[in-house]
């Protein structure tokens, strides 16, 4: 038995400290350096050597027997083949598809976080690769802020570049008074980053705010989504409802006297459309504080007292990403914006508004100082793409028409579907129906580590490498560090990294120097490092050789902006430094999007009722559902790993419950219950707390999904609330998802309760 050996490596949730032996990783823990380490590291030696690790290049066995339509994707066995045999099918597949149908009928918009690592990012290989072969149809946006990343731009500017440009917490600790948080701003959110976060520096610098008395105010249904440490003042409102407080919020500011009319002046366009709008001009509906009560649930005169707290301090708005996957996810946004500028504190030393603290572990607390080298994906030559979240669509309704950012577009003809870095049956709504929408294809296939839900709907399963098999260097998107990522261990089976998968693809298909470039993998790092050492010197910053580095520890770089107060520059001169809306200033009312004549989005912050509750008048379904990001992994990532695990109850995701709820439908602690509603079903396990409010229910996301196509609804054993969500999007003018607004109904689970089955791999079975 060899000694232990400690290297680093690196991921979304941070640095971690690998221990090794005898080619196994032992556990990861947290780097010295992190003041906050998150605990999803300890997934990490569970997954890696799981048993749900796919080891060889897998087929369904109705596809590769020609009878592809015998048993349906989902519920199918598989055979397990050679890489030669696996590769030529593809080659053949690519070939023929491209040759009947052209490329703009393969879709390769694959979504999600992937692994962390600036070489061995699984959707910059993929598209690298097609777009050698000609192009594909992408996705465009994200399923966390995709209404911020759609509506932003026509309201005040880019949402990408404002969350980066974000008031920093350390000036929020020293100017704010009150900072108000629209869907609170939970935690456990910012133990991860896009690319990794090296130091998790959000509960110190929240607790500092506390301790210098800035005061929190929790609009949420969860308390728990504000750290005790806080101390905020919760109210819980009606999901879906914030809008409308937002505007009771507003009514208040400005019937009494409230508002700052020279800041709008200045600073906006289209404050009178709103003005008449929260005046009831046209409906004859005051947007008053006791018509934003009757829907949130809040007591008017607590409404009212907020509206005049938030007048007489410095007071920071946040709008969480959350509050935006709701429907009429823009509409909340746009009117905290609109509430900001009312009250005229935007752009001062902590005031204003954000729209996105907590999505995130460096939102508010770090940024790059230059941007990081990376493999280049090339240039895609087929244009056609479609919003990320309308993946069912496009697959049930091939070549039809919908609304986008004002444009008719048609869905592309997807014959082929090339899925790596991504798990759509963790991320995406309506599980039964994309499990539908996956039968249409002609071949899917699937890059992945484990048997996920995503690789059962596969045709052809490639087994990959995970990030601790290969070497990279770890640099997140909005972080200051850069890590060292040497390869722990070896693949296990026959996984390969995807980047020689791909190379050998390329050269069976004849294009492999167009893909390559003549180069390696190893190449390929050091190239990419020395750019990155190049951006470096241009910077005054100094960064080692390749070798050095990758030997060594990790390397801190200085913060570019400590101090930075989000619109700044535009509050000193508004001229000078426009926005880039169309009017240059922030529009309350946008003309633009008003041209679009959409119902569902007008041209000034609306209210509208959540779909759910507005089509069942009779409550059959009486339950408020939240879903949200859990503390015990990142998405759907690892959920095999022992520290997801040890937080499930009877093996399947908790769902937090009212005390009341339970006792009204006979539940008790640790109970396996049954969530449904008239698209579909779980089992989940039962937490009865106090921290949620009366009439909710909140699931965590990320449980593997986990059909039983023999019980009603094919029955999800595991708790994965997107068998309950429904599919359709915010507004036509983002297309973004809307899982906040779910109502179910509940009972404890009689009879026998089902096992888990989603951390197995599927049945094999000999090919023919």
């Known amino acids: 038995m060899n000694e232990d050996v400690k290297k680093l490596t690196a991921s979304h949730w941070g640095v971690g400290l690998a221990t090794i032996r005898d080619n196994r990783i032992l556990a990861v823990t947290g780097h010295a350096r992190d003041p906050a380490t998150a605990g999803i590291n300890k997934n990490i030696p569970g997954s890696i050597h799981g048993k749900a690790r796919v080891l060889r290049p897998a087929i369904r066995k109705s596809w590769l027997e020609g009878v592809p339509k015998a048993v349906p994707r989902g519920r199918d066995g598989f055979v397990e083949v050679s890489w030669d045999h696996a590769l030529d099918l593809i080659a053949q597949e690519m070939t023929r598809v491209r040759r009947d149908h052209g490329n703009s009928s393969i879709f390769a918009g694959s979504y999600g976080w992937s692994s962390a690592g600036r070489f061995h990012h699984a959707q910059s290989q993929l598209k690298r690769f097609l777009n050698t072969q000609g192009g594909f149809v992408r996705s465009e946006g994200n399923y966390s802020y995709n209404a911020a990343l759609g509506l932003m731009p026509h309201i005040a500017g880019p949402f990408r570049q404002h969350v980066a440009q974000a008031t920093r917490w350390t000036v929020i600790a020293e100017h704010t008074d009150l900072v108000v948080m629209f869907g609170g701003m939970a935690l456990r959110n910012t133990q991860v980053s896009d690319g990794g976060v090296s130091k998790h520096r959000m509960p110190g610098n929240l607790e500092n705010c506390a301790k210098a008395g800035v005061e929190f105010v929790n609009i949420s249904p969860l308390r728990s989504d504000a750290e005790d440490v806080l101390k905020a003042e919760w109210m819980p409102v009606q999901p879906g409802t914030d809008t409308a407080l937002m505007m009771g919020l507003a ?9 700052d009319t ?11 459309m709103l003005k008449s709008y929260l005046l009831g001009a046209a409906d004859n509906q005051p947007k008053d504080a006791d018509w934003a009560a009757d829907l949130s649930g809040l007591d008017p005169a607590a409404i009212r007292a907020l509206a005049r707290r938030m007048a007489a301090g410095r007071t920071m708005i946040n709008v969480s990403a959350g509050v935006q996957r709701t429907d009429f996810g823009e509409q909340p946004m746009w009117m905290g914006i609109s509430l900001a500028a009312m009250l005229g504190q935007i752009g001062l030393p902590g005031g204003g508004y954000t729209v996105g603290y907590g999505v995130n572990g460096n939102i508010g607390n770090i940024e790059r100082p230059f941007r990081w080298a990376a493999l280049s994906q090339g240039r895609n030559p087929v244009d056609d793409f479609i919003p990320v979240a309308m993946i069912s669509e496009m697959l049930l309704n091939p070549k039809g028409r919908y609304q986008y950012q004002g444009r008719k577009r048609s869905f592309p003809d997807a014959r082929l579907v090339w899925w790596a870095g991504g798990n759509p049956f963790h991320h995406h709504q309506d599980l039964n129906r994309l499990h539908k929408a996956f039968q249409t294809p002609e071949t899917v296939i699937v890059n992945e580590m484990n048997w ?40 296990p089976g026959e996984a390969r990294v995807e980047y020689d998968i791909y190379a050998d693809l390329a050269a069976r298909l004849g294009r492999a120097d167009d893909f390559t470039e003549g180069k390696t993998s190893d190449a390929w790092l050091r190239e990419i490092w020395d750019v ?41 001169d508004p001229v000078a430094q426009a926005l880039p809306t169309p009017s240059g200033r922030i529009e309350i009312f946008s003309e633009t999007i008003a041209g679009f004549a959409l119902p569902d989005c007008p041209g000034h912050p609306s209210w509208f009722p959540p779909r759910d509750r507005a089509q069942d008048p009779d409550g059959a379904f009486p339950f408020a559902m939240l879903s949200g990001q859990p503390k015990t992994r990142l998405h759907s990532q690892l959920d095999n790993g022992a520290y997801s695990l040890s937080h499930k109850i009877a093996g399947r995701e908790p769902v937090l419950i009212h005390p009341e709820d339970a006792e009204a439908c006979g539940i008790g602690q640790g109970d396996v219950v ?28 990320g449980a593997w999904f986990d059909p039983d196509f023999d019980a009603p609804q094919a029955r999800d054993r595991h708790g994965n609330p997107n068998v309950l969500t429904h599919d359709m999007r915010t507004s036509s003018l983002t297309q973004s998802p809307a899982a906040h607004s779910t109502m179910v109904q509940m009972r404890r689970f009689e009879g026998t309760v089902p096992a888990i089955q989603a951390h197995d791999p599927p049945p094999f079975e000999p090919g023919t």
């Not at 100094?542 to 990790?554: E, K, Q, R, T």
């Open 251 to 259: 009514h208040t500011l400005l019937v009494e006297g409230l508002t």
């Open 262 to 272: 020279a800041f709008l002046d200045r600073y906006t366009v289209g404050f009178d």
């Open 452 to 491: 996920t839900a995503t690789a059962r709907h596969a045709d052809i399963v490639l087994p990959i490498a995970a990030a601790q098999e290969r070497t990279d260097f770890g640099a997140g998107k909005s972080d200051n560090a850069l890590v060292p990522m040497p390869q722990l261990v070896t693949p």
């Open 532 to 572: 990155t050492r190049a951006r470096g010197q241009e910077n005054g910053i100094s960064l080692p050789d390749w070798d050095s580095f990758i030997a060594g520890d990790v390397i801190d770089l200085p913060d570019p902006s400590p101090n930075q107060v989000f619109l700044a520059d535009f509050r000193a």
């Open 674 to 701: 049954e969530l449904f509603n008239a698209r579909g079903r779980c089992l989940a396990g039962a937490k009865i707390t106090d921290e949620i409010m009366q009439g909710c229910v909140f699931l965590w996301t």
